[in-house]
C-alpha cells in the first residue's frame, strides 16, 4: 500500500520555553474546525465547528516515571499535508487524507502531534527521548463537553474471569445523558455524544501499538474520562470455557514503551449529519501504514461457516458435526455458490495443542479437496493457543495450504495482547495467512497488515442465539444495535456481525435457539447487511440446506463483493436506519436497513456516478411485519433522481444496479 504525497507545506516557530498562556492553533483546510492547545503547566485542548463547541478545554498529557512537572512547551510547528493512501482491503480504493498540523515540542521528552480535519480532530504523544525504555504512569484523557448531552454509551458489561479489564469488546449501547452515565463503569469506544445542532462527537482511537488501548468513563460533571489496563505482571488460564488468558496480577503503570514510540491517536470524529459517520475514513488516515510491500496475495471474500448454525444438515446420508463429510459438504456448497472460503471452527485440534488433530478430522484430505474445487480452508484458534509456539503453528499449516486463521478470545487490550496483535499480524503476513481477529476491536493493525482482514468486538447474529422468548426476560433489540453500529462501531474498521440468517422473526414472534437459532427483524434485513457492513472476509453464517432452500436469496448475496471501489452514504439517523451505496467496477450495491419503526425513505441515487439503469432489488413483502420471511425479488428499471424504499418493521432493501 503506497502513501502519495500530493501537497507538504511547512513552518517552525521556536518557542524557546513557554511556562503558560496559550500555545497555538490549527484550523482545517475549509476552515470549520478549529483545535487550541494550552499549556499552563498542565496541557489542554479544545475544538469547535462551525463555531459550536465540540470539545471544552480538557486536560490531556503523560505521566511518567521520569516525568518533571510543570510541563512547557519548547518548540511548535505548523504544516499542512494533502496526500493519496491507496488502500488494497476496503470499502474504497483510496482515501484523501488531507489535514493541518501543529506539534509541540515538549519538556518531557515527547512531542505533541495535533491535526485538524475538515470531520475531526486528532492528537498523539511521541516520545522523542532517545537511548532507553520508558515507564508509563498514566496517559491523561480527558473529555469534557459544553452540556449534559445524550450519548451512546457501549459499556463493558462481560467481565472475562471477574477481570476488569478482560472484555470482548462486544457492547449494546446505553442510550443516556452524560450525567446518567454509571459511576465507575467503563465504556469502550468508539462512544457518541450528542452535540447541538444536530451534530455528533464520536471518541475513538487508532495506531494502538505496544500500548493499551482506551475505555471511557464518566468524569466530573459534562466529562469523560480515560482509563487503561495496567500491564499485566502474573495470567493464570481461565475465563471463558478456560479459553483466555486472564491476568491475576497487574502492574502499577500501564506501558514499558520504546525509544521514538508513538503512541495512538486519541480521535473525536465530528459530523453535520450522521450519515457522513457511516463512511468517514479518519482513523483509516490515521492508522499505521502498510507493512507489506506485496500485497496481491491477500484474497478476501465470502465465508461457508458452520458454529452459528451448528452443522445442521439435511437430507445427507451422513451424521452432520465436526467430521470430514461434513465439511466436504460445505467445500461442495462455497464452490456452487461461488464463495471463496469455508471456515472450521472449534474442535478440529486438540484442546491445548493446535499441532494435534481431532480424530473426526482428515485435514489433509479437506485440504486436497477444497484445493481441487477453488476453494480455501480457514482455522479457528484461541488466542493463547496460537501463542504457544506462533512459528511453527503458522509455518506448519501454511505449507498444508491452509489460508489463514480465525483467531479468537483476546478479550483484553493491554499492552501485552495488543503488541501480540501485531506480531501476530506480521507472523501471518510472512506465511500469506488471512487472519481474523475475534475478542478485540480494530485498532490500526489492518492497515498495517492487510492480511487482518476482520475483526469481531461487535454484538453479532451469534447473540440472538441465547436471547430469551417474549416475556421470560427482557431481550435486546437488534434491529436498532444493527442500525446503530454503521454509525460507531465500524468507524475504526470492519466487523464480523456473521450476517445471513434465513429463518427470520417479527417481534413478537422471536425467541433465542442454539441449535435452530432465528433472527430478529426480516430477510431483506439480513441482506441488506452484505452491503451496510464493511467486512473484507464476510460469513454466511447459517446452513448450506437453508441456503439451498432460499437459492434466490443465496445466488444474490453470492454476487455481492467484500471490497469496493468506492462507497458513499445515503441517508440515515443513528438508531433509527441506515442507507448506503458501494461501487465495485461498473455496478453499484445499494442498501438501507431500519429499526422496528416501518418507515419509507427517499435514496438520492442520482448523485452515484455512472449509475445504472437496470436493477435486480430485493424488498420487504407485503406481509414482512407479520412473516418476516415475506420478501419479494424483481428486476426494475430505474428513472429519476431517486427512488423511494419501504421498509417494513426491522426491514431492509438490497439493489444489485447495473
Not at 300 to 312: E, F, I, M, R
Not at 530 to 538: C, E, F, R, S, T
Amino acid at each position: 500500500m503506497k502513501r502519495l504525497f500530493a501537497v507538504f507545506a511547512f513552518a517552525v516557530v521556536t518557542l524557546g520555553v513557554m511556562a503558560k498562556g496559550g500555545v497555538g492553533q490549527v484550523k482545517s483546510p475549509d476552515g470549520t474546525v478549529t483545535v487550541s492547545i494550552e499549556c499552563d503547566g498542565v496541557l489542554t485542548i479544545s475544538a469547535s465547528q462551525d463555531g459550536v463547541v465540540v470539545l471544552s478545554p480538557s486536560e490531556i498529557g503523560i505521566a511518567t516515571a521520569d516525568g518533571k512537572t510543570p510541563l512547557k512547551v519548547k518548540k511548535t510547528e505548523k504544516s499542512s499535508t494533502d496526500r493519496t493512501i491507496a488502500m488494497p482491503v476496503y470499502k474504497r480504493k483510496e482515501v484523501r487524507d488531507h489535514y493541518n498540523e501543529l506539534r509541540l515540542t515538549l519538556s518531557n521528552g515527547f512531542r505533541l502531534d495535533v491535526r485538524a480535519y475538515d470531520d475531526g480532530i486528532a492528537y498523539r504523544f511521541v516520545n522523542i527521548q532517545k537511548g532507553k525504555q520508558r515507564i508509563i504512569n498514566e496517559e491523561v484523557a480527558h473529555y469534557n463537553f459544553a452540556g449534559n448531552y445524550k450519548a451512546f454509551v457501549p459499556y463493558v458489561n462481560d467481565n472475562r474471569g471477574g477481570e476488569r479489564y478482560c472484555y470482548s469488546f462486544e457492547s449494546y449501547y446505553d442510550e443516556q445523558s452524560l450525567s446518567e452515565m454509571f459511576a465507575d463503569s467503563i465504556a469502550t469506544t468508539p462512544l457518541a455524544v450528542c452535540l447541538p445542532q444536530g451534530k455528533k462527537a464520536v471518541i475513538l482511537e487508532t495506531g494502538v501499538e505496544n500500548y493499551p488501548g482506551m475505555f471511557l468513563k464518566k468524569g466530573n460533571g459534562n466529562q469523560l474520562v480515560a482509563e487503561m489496563a495496567p500491564l499485566p505482571a502474573e495470567e493464570e488460564i481461565g475465563g471463558f470455557s478456560r479459553l483466555n488468558l486472564v491476568p491475576t496480577r497487574r502492574e502499577s503503570f500501564i506501558a514499558r514503551i520504546n525509544s521514538q514510540q508513538s503512541l495512538p491517536w486519541r480521535i473525536v470524529a465530528i459530523s453535520r449529519e450522521d450519515r457522513e459517520l457511516a463512511v468517514t475514513d479518519i482513523a483509516m488516515r490515521l492508522a499505521p501504514q502498510c507493512r507489506i510491500k506485496d500485497t496481491s496475495w491477500i484474497k478476501p471474500g465470502k465465508v461457508a461457516w458452520d458454529w452459528w448454525n451448528n452443522t445442521n444438515l439435511t437430507g445427507v446420508d451422513f451424521r452432520s458435526g465436526m467430521n470430514t463429510p461434513t465439511y466436504m459438504y460445505y467445500i461442495d456448497f462455497a464452490r456452487d455458490n461461488n464463495l471463496e472460503y469455508i471456515i472450521i471452527d472449534e474442535g478440529w485440534s486438540g484442546e491445548e495443542s493446535l499441532m494435534e488433530l481431532s480424530s473426526e478430522i482428515d485435514l489433509p484430505e479437506l485440504l486436497a479437496y477444497a484445493k481441487e474445487r477453488g476453494i480455501g480452508i480457514i482455522l479457528w484458534s484461541s488466542w493463547r493457543n496460537m501463542l504457544k509456539d506462533t512459528e511453527a503453528v503458522m509455518s506448519h499449516y501454511a505449507a498444508m495450504g491452509v489460508k489463514g486463521f480465525k483467531i479468537d478470545f483476546f478479550d483484553r487490550d493491554d499492552q501485552k495482547v495488543m503488541a501480540s496483535a501485531f506480531q501476530l499480524a506480521e507472523m501471518g503476513a510472512r506465511h500469506h495467512l488471512l487472519l481474523d481477529f475475534h475478542g478485540l476491536k480494530p485498532m490500526g493493525v489492518q492497515c498495517a497488515y492487510p492480511n487482518v482482514v476482520n475483526f469481531e468486538g461487535v454484538k453479532g447474529l451469534e447473540n440472538a442465539k441465547w436471547e430469551p422468548r417474549v416475556g421470560d426476560g427482557p431481550m435486546h433489540d437488534f434491529p436498532r444495535y444493527d442500525v446503530s453500529i454503521p454509525y460507531l462501531r465500524m468507524m475504526p474498521g470492519p466487523l464480523d456481525y456473521t450476517p445471513g440468517a434465513m429463518n427470520n422473526a417479527t417481534r413478537d414472534n422471536f425467541f433465542g435457539n442454539n441449535n435452530h437459532p432465528m433472527s430478529q427483524g426480516t430477510r431483506v434485513h439480513q441482506m441488506a447487511m452484505y452491503i451496510i457492513y464493511d467486512a473484507p472476509l464476510q460469513m454466511l453464517a447459517d446452513s448450506p440446506t437453508n441456503y439451498k432452500h432460499n437459492q434466490e436469496c443465496t445466488d444474490f448475496i453470492s454476487q455481492i463483493p467484500t471490497t469496493f471501489d468506492e462507497t458513499v452514504a445515503l441517508a440515515g439517523e443513528m438508531g433509527e436506519y441506515v442507507a448506503i451505496a458501494k461501487r465495485k467496477g461498473n455496478r453499484w450495491y445499494v442498501a438501507a436497513m431500519t429499526n422496528w419503526t416501518p418507515r419509507t425513505i427517499s435514496l438520492p441515487i442520482g448523485a452515484l456516478n455512472n449509475i445504472g439503469t437496470r436493477a435486480k432489488v430485493f424488498r420487504d413483502g407485503i406481509n414482512a411485519d407479520k412473516d418476516a420471511t415475506d420478501y419479494r425479488a424483481e428486476n426494475i428499471t430505474l428513472n429519476g433522481n431517486s427512488i423511494n424504499v419501504e421498509l417494513a418493521p426491522g426491514g431492509g432493501w438490497a439493489a444489485i444496479i447495473e
